[in-house]
């Protein structure tokens, strides 16, 4: 627990979950019903882990993948974080796409994160061409039940967290002014007493321990996705965890993280994926018919770029590479 | 006048640091509110003190070498010191153009004009920032 000096202390909870580190804060003056609301977000995402974990055998998405080509009853979680994956797909045009599960795993990205090891004497990967997209998902309403194309395999990775974290605010936020920071995924609620917001920064991928811009925002989600980190190598190339579902392989992108401010963290990190997957053309193109969405980019070079959407909400820029 | 001249030799020990001493003056006020304020007391005091900075010295760990300094060198005695008084500072005449109570003038106007510095708001409350990274 951290408190500040404000007219309502502010506590804090971190802790691990989805392989990643967590924290959540909320202001608020009772100590106690602060306590169990953290506790309570804590266990909400190890939750969240236990049934959408690829690396669980026995969570509710690996029954999903080990049943496709048949109708399996998901649990409400599953249901919801699935039934908001193919919303998102639809926004993206696909993009986005949860069915990457198989092209995943023909990367290497068969295991929790660190327990990948480069493999150099491994064969080159080998993968599939596409059986099925998104839109071959079948739900049925009234069983509640998922029917996955055969071949198919879901990984939620890409809108777990951003998901997670937007539940994770509802419980703090009838507390007071919360922020709930789920492995760089933000979601944050109303703005401190006598503050315009939360202290915010993107981390700069090439140098993390730096940040490339600050920001206050409130009522917001903020994501960075990329390929800087979650990277390997097999068979003498490198991977990483971003898959264009066109080709089923890791991305070809010269963008090596996107950040983006939406109205939840779901959208902004369905969207920062969805950026580093295009790649700065695509994207360039993209940001001219979403200009009310704010994006940053740091390329593979070095260069930084942004929207003027994004201009707007950085307090400071310091394009360090340009 | 006799100087004492350390000389260095490469197997010197390392000598230990002193404690830094405390004021002589301070010592002294504090030993002579001790013995009353008297005469005696001070006379007490700068005896105390000299014997203090005796037993403090340290022993010479190095060899000394004891040099004379040249007779041209040498300093007066002590007790032909004599104390010039202290002139009298005039003050000075009404009319001149220096005065204490004179207004400062103005500097002349530079031809370059320093732009003044924007103002930068500082947050009231110091909280930690939160970053935005890929998922780590």
Known sequence: ?322 | MIMIKKKMTTSARPRKRRKPMKPHGARAMLLALALGGTLGGWVGLSTAAIRREAVSAPAPAAPVEIVTAPASAAAPHVAAVVLSPIPTIQPPPAQSDVSLTTPMQALPQSATTLAPIPAVPQPVIQRPVTRTRSSR
């Open chain 1, 1 to 322: 627990m951290a408190a500040f000096a404000s007219p309502l202390s502010t506590h804090s909870r971190t802790f691990r979950a989805m392989n990643c580190q967590m924290t959540a804060q909320v202001c608020t003056d009772d100590a106690g019903e602060a306590r169990t609301a953290l506790l309570a977000v804590d266990r909400w995402m190890q939750r969240v882990e236990r049934e959408l974990s690829r690396f669980r055998p026995d969570s509710d998405l690996s029954r999903l993948n080990a049943a496709a080509g048949r109708p399996y009853r998901a649990g409400a979680l599953l249901w919801q974080v699935t039934q908001a994956a193919l919303v998102h797909a639809a926004a993206t045009d696909g993009v986005f796409d949860p069915t990457i599960g198989r092209a995943l795993v023909e990367a290497g990205y068969d295991r929790s994160f660190e327990l990948i090891t480069d493999r150099r004497d491994a064969p080159r990967s080998a993968f599939s061409l596409p059986v099925a997209t998104w839109r071959d998902i079948h739900f049925d309403s009234e069983r509640r039940s998922i029917t996955l194309p055969e071949g198919v395999q879901l990984d939620l990775g890409g809108i777990a967290k951003g998901w997670a974290a937007d539940r994770a605010l509802d419980i703090l936020q009838p507390l007071g002014p919360a922020l709930v920071d789920a492995g760089g995924d933000l979601v944050i609620g109303d703005p401190p007493p006598g503050e315009d917001g939360w202290p915010l920064a993107v981390a700069d991928p090439l140098s993390p321990e730096n940040d490339l811009v600050f920001l206050t925002l409130a009522n917001a989600g903020l994501a960075t996705s990329g390929t800087d980190h979650r990277r390997w190598r097999l068979g003498g190339r490198q991977h990483h965890h971003l898959i264009d579902p066109a080709r089923r392989q890791p991305a070809r992108t010269d963008i090596l993280a996107a950040s983006v401010i939406a109205a939840t963290a779901t959208q902004a990190d369905v969207l920062a994926l969805t950026l580093t997957v295009m790649g700065s053309g695509a994207t360039d193109a993209w940001m001219t018919t979403h200009p009310h969405i704010p994006a940053l980019l740091v390329l593979n070079d070095g260069r930084t770029l942004q929207n003027p959407a994004f201009a707007r909400h950085a307090g400071a820029y310091f394009p360090i590479y340009a």
